[in-house]
């Protein structure tokens, strides 16, 4: 009851009587349990008869209560299975993504090597051929020298 209370208030509206209850004339704004009514004709002749048909509406009005509050829960229930699977195809989606990025990723890392190792080997490369230029210049240079003095 604390949980909804607008539900239950209307659930009760029209159900039990207005005014003071201790009047020997119940008057309410509509036709009621309370009134002698089409759904009461039958079987009723006393007031403790009407009082237990406006009982047994209340029971009513909670009755379609409840069945409207499950059947809320169940479309919430449902909604939240739906957002649980598009969550869960979420997740295998991002995590198809990261394989694929941690792929490249390595797959950089490992061509980087490469190319780090090749440019180590030009590098090498590179300081022979200076060290072998500086050695012809020097023996050239000693050659011209030698012969320049003879």
Same mark, same amino acid.
């Given at each position: 009851?604390?949980?909804?209370?607008?539900?239950? %208030?209307?659930?009760?509206? =029209?159900?039990?009587?207005?005014?003071?209850?201790?009047?020997?004339?119940?008057?309410?704004? +509509?036709?009621?349990?309370?009134?002698?009514? !089409?759904?009461?004709?039958?079987?009723?002749?006393?007031?403790?008869? $009407? %009082?237990?048909?406006?009982?047994?509406?209340?029971?009513?009005?909670?009755?379609?209560?409840? =069945?409207?509050?499950?059947? $809320?829960?169940?479309?919430?229930?449902?909604?939240?299975?739906?957002?649980?699977? +598009?969550?869960?195809?979420? !997740?295998?989606? /991002?995590?198809?993504?990261?394989?694929?990025?941690?792929?490249?990723?390595?797959?950089? !890392?490992?061509?980087?090597?490469?190319?780090?190792?090749?440019?180590? %080997?030009?590098?090498?490369?590179?300081?022979?051929?200076?060290?072998?230029?500086?050695?012809?210049?020097?023996?050239?240079?000693?050659? /011209?020298?030698?012969?320049?003095? %003879?």
């Amino acid at each position: 009851m604390e949980r909804f209370p607008q539900e239950l %208030a209307h659930a009760f509206t =029209g159900v039990f009587p207005q005014g003071d209850p201790y009047t020997s004339v119940w008057d309410q704004s +509509e036709a009621n349990a309370l009134e002698r009514s !089409v759904d009461e004709d039958q079987h009723s002749d006393s007031t403790a008869i $009407s %009082a237990m048909f406006a009982l047994m509406k209340t029971y009513g009005g909670l009755e379609r209560c409840l =069945g409207r509050l499950s059947g $809320s829960l169940l479309i919430v229930q449902d909604e939240k299975r739906q957002l649980q699977r +598009e969550f869960d195809s979420e !997740v295998e989606r /991002l995590q198809a993504e990261l394989a694929r990025v941690t792929l490249e990723r390595d797959q950089a !890392v490992q061509k980087n090597s490469e190319l780090s190792q090749d440019l180590l %080997a030009v590098r090498e490369q590179r300081d022979r051929v200076t060290t072998t230029h500086r050695n012809y210049e020097r023996m050239l240079v000693h050659v /011209l020298g030698q012969r320049n003095e %003879a």
